[in-house]
C-alpha cells in the first residue's frame, strides 16, 4: 500500500455492501480527477474476502471506511457524508492544509472568510533539507481538522515583519473568530515547544473554542418556572438584552 505518493486514499470496501456499490462511482470519478497529481494516489481494498489480509488487520462494522494515509503513516479518516463533493474538499484540505498569509490583508481576509481561524508563524529554512518540529505539529494538527474544514480554517505567516505586526512570534498560534470584534484572538496563545505533540495543540483548540462557545451562548433562566407569568417574564429578558438568535429546548441539565 505504500508508494511515494505524499497522500494515499483509501477505501475500505465489501463487494456485498449496498453502500459500497452506490459510492463507488463516486470514489472513481474523485480519483479521475487526481488522476495526473502523482503526490496522491487512490487505492480500493476488498475487506470482505475471507483469506485477505483487511479483514484480518481490521474488524469493521460497517464499509464503506475511507482514509488517507500518509508518508509518516498516520491515517486520517474520511468521516463525511459519502458524497464526491465531500469527498473532493476533503482531499483538497489535505493537500493544501495551510493558507500562507503573504500580507496583513491576507490575515483579514482569512478571519472574514472562515469561523474559526488558527494562524501560526514559522521561520522555514528553504536550504534545509527537513521541516521544524513545530511546523510539522501544526500541519498534523490541520489534518486532524480536516473533517471540519468547513468551520476551521489554519493560516500560516512566514514573514518575521508581517506576524510581529499581529503580535505573534516564531512558534507560536493564535485563534481568531469573525464572530469576535477587532480581529483579535479569542484566547491565550500557544507555543509550540520541544515536548509537545499535535494532540496537545488539538487540546488547546478544543479548549479555547469550548470557552469562546460560553461567551457567545448565554443561557436565559426564569428562576420560576411554574409561575402563570412566566411567557411575560421571558419576554421581557429577550427584550431588555442583546440577544439575536434564541434556541428554545427541552434540555434539562443535572
Known amino acids: ?42 487505492i480500493a481494498v476488498n475487506c470482505h474476502y475471507y483469506k485477505g489480509r483487511c479483514r484480518l488487520m481490521y474488524k469493521l462494522l460497517a464499509f464503506p471506511v475511507i482514509f488517507a494515509q500518509t508518508q509518516y503513516n498516520q491515517p486520517i479518516l474520511f468521516n463525511q457524508d459519502l458524497t464526491s463533493e465531500k469527498l473532493y474538499s476533503w482531499i483538497m484540505n489535505l ?5 500562507i498569509i503573504n500580507s496583513e490583508k491576507d490575515f483579514y481576509k482569512l478571519i472574514s472568510n472562515s469561523e474559526f481561524v488558527v494562524i501560526g508563524h514559522f521561520e522555514i529554512f528553504f536550504n534545509s533539507s527537513t521541516l521544524s518540529r513545530s511546523y510539522n505539529v501544526f500541519v498534523n494538527t490541520a489534518y486532524s481538522f480536516s473533517n471540519k474544514r468547513s468551520s476551521f480554517a489554519f493560516g500560516i505567516i512566514l514573514n518575521k515583519t508581517i506576524a510581529s505586526n499581529f503580535n505573534i512570534y516564531s512558534n507560536q498560534l493564535n485563534l481568531y473568530s469573525l464572530h469576535f470584534n477587532n480581529y483579535s484572538k479569542i484566547c491565550n496563545s500557544f507555543i509550540i515547544e520541544s515536548v509537545q505533540k499535535t494532540q496537545n495543540v488539538i487540546e488547546w483548540i478544543n479548549k479555547c473554542f469550548g470557552n469562546f462557545n460560553e461567551k457567545i451562548v448565554k443561557e436565559i433562566e426564569i428562576e420560576d418556572g411554574e409561575s402563570p407569568s412566566k411567557s411575560d417574564i421571558l419576554f421581557k429578558k429577550i427584550n431588555s438584552s442583546a440577544y439575536n438568535l434564541i434556541l428554545f429546548t427541552n434540555i434539562i441539565s443535572n
Do not use: G, Q
Request: proline fraction near 4%; aromatic fraction near 22%; charge should be positive.
Open 1 to 42: 500500500m505504500r508508494n511515494s505518493a505524499e497522500f494515499t486514499i483509501v477505501i475500505l470496501y465489501s463487494p456485498w455492501d449496498f453502500r459500497s456499490k452506490l459510492f463507488r462511482s463516486s470514489f472513481l470519478s474523485v480519483a479521475a480527477l487526481f488522476k495526473n497529481i502523482y503526490s496522491i494516489k487512490f
Open 95 to 99: 493537500l493544501f492544509p495551510l493558507k
